[in-house]
């Protein structure tokens, strides 16, 4: 199953000079969690959050209107490509401990939006005789690399003598 196959085709998006409040409602209205940030040729150069935005309205003494998406956004950008088989994305969203990819074309421009939303619909349970494209195995194992926590590595301490 390809990337194609699952992903949301009408991406919202933004760019970096919209505040807070416009992200907001942006995200509101088109009831999703991500934006993907375009620059002036609508490639993709960033990522901001619904967890973003709280974070930073959270600890910020600012009114949404007065913080840019760009003040609090991710310049990182975790993508996968329409092409790109569904496990790939899967890998990518578990390494990169993401729920949703923006899904980018060979030139970078923003052509969808694969969320763990979408892959759960898709998957199907495995019955006798038949192996399904997408199970939700895979998506178990996805949801476990995602929600693992990252603890800090324990360095052990000598005894004193």
């Known amino acids: 199953m390809k990337v194609r196959d699952v992903m949301v085709g009408t991406p919202a998006s933004c760019t970096f000079e919209v505040n807070l409040g416009?992200?907001?409602?942006i995200l509101w209205k088109q009831n999703c969690g991500m934006l993907p940030i375009v620059d002036a040729q609508q490639k993709v150069v960033g990522v901001v959050?619904?967890?973003?935005?709280?974070?930073?309205?959270?600890?910020r003494n600012l009114l949404p209107g007065e913080i840019t998406v760009?003040?609090?956004?991710?310049?990182?950008?975790?993508?996968?490509?329409?092409?790109?088989?569904?496990r790939?994305?899967?890998a990518t969203m578990g390494e990169a401990k993401v729920r949703r990819l923006p899904v980018i074309n060979a030139n970078g421009k923003l052509e969808g939006i694969l969320s763990m939303d979408d892959v759960v619909l898709h998957?199907?349970?495995?019955?006798?005789?038949?192996?399904?494209?997408?199970?939700?195995?895979?998506?178990?194992d996805t949801l476990k690399k995602l929600y693992r926590p990252e603890?800090?590595?324990?360095?052990?301490?000598?005894a004193a003598a």
């Open 70 to 86: 760009g003040q609090v956004a991710s310049r990182k950008v975790f993508a996968c490509k329409p092409d790109d088989d569904v």
């Open 123 to 140: 998957s199907e349970a495995k019955t006798p005789g038949k192996t399904p494209e997408l199970s939700h195995d895979d998506v178990v």
């Open 151 to 158: 603890l800090p590595r324990l360095v052990p301490q000598k």
């Open 49 to 59: 959050t619904d967890r973003d935005v709280s974070i930073a309205l959270g600890t």
């Open 88 to 90: 790939t994305a899967l």
């Open 22 to 25: 416009s992200a907001v409602e």
